[in-house]
């Protein structure tokens, strides 16, 4: 047993951050005349690649890996020629940098705008009144021309919202927080199949409020408010 844990060097330095759905480059150098790959783990440990034979040049050996669907780490051992066995990982994460408390900060920062920003719209929107100003007779006084800024604040209300999980999508797979991903994922995707819908619906009813309005105005015009 004494031997065995001799004959085991652990590489004390990673082998980096890299991006995920991209190729890692596992290189070493040693003085020997082969290299093979023993195993491969997947972050839940389960083996992916078993016993491969690394490419040598000179004294640099590399193996391609292409694996990397998975976020985490990653984990690989590798023996020479000699019977050295050497340990090491690497991490995969979506853009190949590391999710920083300075990033959550900044992201937390941009959610907590988003999110003023929405419920301030929001409360604009619903303090404009939609009907047109009448009087006690029911005579209708002026032409309510601020429906179109209602409209317009509960649309922009509708893109904030949709940036805000959008948002949420990007923090929660950069962060690696697997209970979430597909959740703001789905939520974001939802709103942008609902994007061109939304945009027909928004031309139809700025339309309907333009008819009404030059109907409206044309009544007003004859005396008549009602």
Not at 67 to 89: M, P, Q, R, V, W
């Amino acid at each position: 047993i004494m031997l065995g844990i001799f004959l085991i060097t652990l590489v004390s330095a990673s082998l980096g951050l890299y991006e995920q759905h991209k190729c890692v480059e596992i290189k070493t150098i040693l003085n020997t005349t082969s290299v093979n790959i023993s195993t491969i783990s997947y972050p839940n440990s389960s083996i992916v690649v078993s016993n491969k034979e690394m490419t040598k040049n000179a004294l640099t050996f590399n193996y391609s890996f292409c694996n990397t669907s998975t976020l985490g780490i990653y984990l690989y051992d590798y023996f020479d020629a000699e019977g050295n066995t050497y340990i090491n990982d690497f991490k995969v994460t979506t853009n190949g940098k590391e999710f920083t408390t300075q990033n959550s900060i900044a992201y937390l920062g941009f959610i907590l705008i988003l999110l003023f920003t929405f419920f301030l719209t929001m409360y604009g929107a619903g303090r404009i009144e939609w009907k047109s100003k009448k009087n006690d007779e029911g005579k209708i006084l002026t032409i309510n021309n601020f429906k179109y800024v209602k409209v317009f604040l509960y649309t922009l209300a509708y893109f904030e919202l949709m940036f805000l999980f959008g948002l949420s999508y990007k923090v929660t797979r950069e962060a690696d927080i697997e209970g979430f991903i597909q959740f703001f994922n789905f939520i974001y995707q939802l709103f942008l199949y609902l994007l061109y819908p939304l945009m027909i619906a928004l031309i139809i009813i700025i339309f309907v409020i333009w008819i009404n309005n030059k109907k409206l105005h044309e009544r007003l015009k004859l005396g008549l408010g009602k």
